[in-house]
């Protein structure tokens, strides 16, 4: 796109052209519909894990450690990537990457739902990690070179919203397919919403990039790829051990570090970096970036272990336990998008400050959950800690992006999602590490009591409360005292974990207390109207 000559004081090379500005909010729409897709296929995909798993035709027949691979392959590929995508966007073109990312996520999609087995579907997954990788950073960056500086809060918090209304929207969407159709569904209802996504943006949405990329740094994108793909899978692997300290873990992990301060000293030395590190010696931009990893570690903890309570301890069905989780997504769907209006009047410290600690407070609220309490509650604290995580979201992206110029927009959106999937992950990794340790600890001597129970299908019973229930199934009768103490002690094991997460956000909570700013001292100026802009945006 061409921009028109810059505005005086503005640090932004100059401000979109006439026809982009008047279709902007439809240009978002199109946006929010390739990244709806992509975050809704981790989450719709939990749903599915118990029917993938049973014996053809019905499922793959998939083992327990396939299933999770079906995950992390995804997870993995990802997230290796996410930062190099970003790259690309701003030498190649933010919109020819995009349309790249979707095809693949597309074709990914078709392949992953007529898999014939366990290990297709997870080649397949990675496939949809590769288009992933490029859809999710082109999205933001294209929509900080769509609207102008001013309007950028409000666009981010729409953007924010939708992040988290398709997580919570996942289990519902694949609920419904999975009461009507084959597992297949869950990844083929993809397709259409690709092709529509592609067609939307050949026509709509503008093509941009650095006019000025510099040279290549193929030393820096192959360190930042190999860094985050080792400290990724080393998490990944700790939560599956549930030891972090096993030394493939900590092999693997320190391995990843060590490849990433490389990458770091490489882009130091570098006189054509891929990232400026400098940018992290401003404490407000390294407060955003951990403030977004730390959200997410508790966001997508709490969507993990709250659908074991709700399935496996209070008897709800898969599409029951996904409506259950949508006020967590109703609140951010109606407060991110007004965050800025927050933000303008406490500052960006205040909000983000008050929005961990109603986090920490949520995450500690569910000690009140058991295994007869008023489903209400649950709800509320949800509503809650969604209010909480829509008054972070916005204001932290915002903080990154608009620390980088607009011709950088696809490297910021890449270290911003980058952070966000590592906290994700930890957040699964870590969250379910505690979780399934205390469990097993506290189910042990229900299941030391079973009398004639083989040594191995008892360590095998104590891994999961479903292990657990699927084992008192079989006993019959005599198993539902070994029922009522697996349910105890899950409830046990949630209880512990949402106080390490509760900590967790407290420690976010300081972190934005000290180094975030505050409100500014004077109001910026207002944009003058532009005089080609008739329409009112929507409110």
Same mark, same amino acid.
């Given at each position: ?8 004081? %503005? ?14 909010? #439809? ?38 450690? $396939?299933? $999770? ?13 996410? /930062? ?39 080649? &397949?997954?990675?496939?949809?990690? +590769?288009?992933? *990788? ?12 769509? /609207? ?30 999975? %009461?009507? =159709? ?34 290549? %740094? ?31 873990? #900590? ?24 990232? %400026?590190?400098?940018? &992290? ?14 959200? /997410? ?45 927050? #933000? ?74 980058? =952070? ?10 870590? +969250? ?17 009591? #079973? ?11 104590? $891994? ?17 005292? +070994? ?6 002690? &899950? ?7 949402? +106080? ?20 500014? *001292? ?18």
């Amino acid at each position: 796109m061409a921009p028109s000559p810059s505005r005086s004081g %503005d640090p932004r090379p100059g401000r979109t052209d006439a026809t982009v500005h008047r279709r902007r909010w #439809v240009i978002l729409s199109v946006l929010m519909l390739s990244l709806l897709i992509v975050v809704l296929d981790n989450s719709i995909l939990n749903v599915a894990m118990k029917t993938i798993a049973t014996p053809a035709p019905a499922g793959l027949g998939a083992t327990q450690s $396939e299933l $999770e691979w079906a995950i992390n392959a995804y997870t993995l590929v990802f997230a290796g990537l996410l /930062f190099t995508s970003g790259l690309l966007g701003d030498r190649l073109g933010r919109k020819k990457v995009l349309l790249f990312g979707l095809a693949v996520f597309g074709a990914g999609s078709v392949l992953a739902a007529f898999a014939a087995t366990p290990v297709e579907l997870i080649a &397949f997954r990675a496939l949809m990690g +590769l288009g992933g *990788a490029f859809v999710m950073p082109a999205t933001l960056a294209i929509l900080m070179n769509v /609207f102008e500086r001013e309007e950028q809060p409000r666009a981010i918090g729409i953007w924010a919203g939708g992040v988290g209304l398709a997580i919570a929207v996942g289990p519902i969407a694949g609920g419904l397919l999975l %009461d009507r =159709f084959w597992w297949g569904s869950v990844f083929l209802i993809n397709v259409p919403v690709v092709l529509i996504a592609l067609v939307a943006m050949v026509f709509l949405v503008p093509d941009s990039r650095d006019p000025a990329p510099g040279r290549l %740094d193929p030393v820096g994108v192959a360190l930042s790829v190999v860094g985050l793909v080792l400290l990724i899978y080393g998490i990944i692997k700790g939560g599956q051990l549930a030891d972090f300290t096993a030394p493939e873990v #900590v092999s693997t992990v320190l391995g990843g570090l060590a490849v990433l301060a490389a990458f770091v000293v490489h882009q130091k030395r570098s006189d054509h970096p891929s990232i %400026d590190i400098g940018y &992290f010696r401003n404490p407000a931009f390294s407060a955003a970036v951990t403030a977004m990893a730390l959200v /997410f570690f508790a966001l997508t903890g709490v969507t993990f272990f709250i659908v074991f309570y709700v399935q496996s301890v209070r008897g709800y069905s898969p599409l029951e336990s996904g409506t259950l989780i949508l006020p967590l997504a109703a609140a951010q769907v109606i407060f991110a998008p007004r965050a800025r209006h927050v #933000v303008a009047r406490f500052g960006a410290r205040a909000v983000c400050t008050a929005g961990m600690l109603t986090v920490a407070v949520t995450m500690a609220g569910l000690l009140v959950l058991d295994v007869s309490t008023p489903m209400w509650l649950m709800e509320v604290i949800f509503f809650l800690q969604g209010t909480g995580m829509a008054h972070i979201m916005p204001p932290v992206t915002v903080s990154v992006m608009q620390a980088l110029p607009r011709e950088k927009a696809g490297s910021g959106s890449a270290l911003n999602n980058t =952070f966000r999937q590592v906290g994700g992950t930890l957040g699964v990794a870590v +969250l379910g590490s505690v979780l399934s340790t205390t469990y097993r600890d506290a189910v042990k001597g229900a299941l030391d009591a #079973v009398p004639a129970l083989p040594g191995p299908v008892r360590h095998a019973a104590g $891994e999961s409360i479903e292990a657990t229930l699927g084992v008192a199934a079989r006993l019959g009768p005599a198993g539902q005292p +070994l029922v009522s103490a697996a349910q105890d002690a &899950f409830v046990h094991a949630m209880h512990l974990t949402a +106080l390490v997460a509760s900590g967790i956000a407290l420690i976010g909570a300081v972190m934005v207390a000290v180094f975030l700013p505050g409100r500014p *001292a004077t109001a910026a100026p207002v944009a003058a109207p532009r005089p080609d802009e008739t329409e009112r945006a929507p409110k």
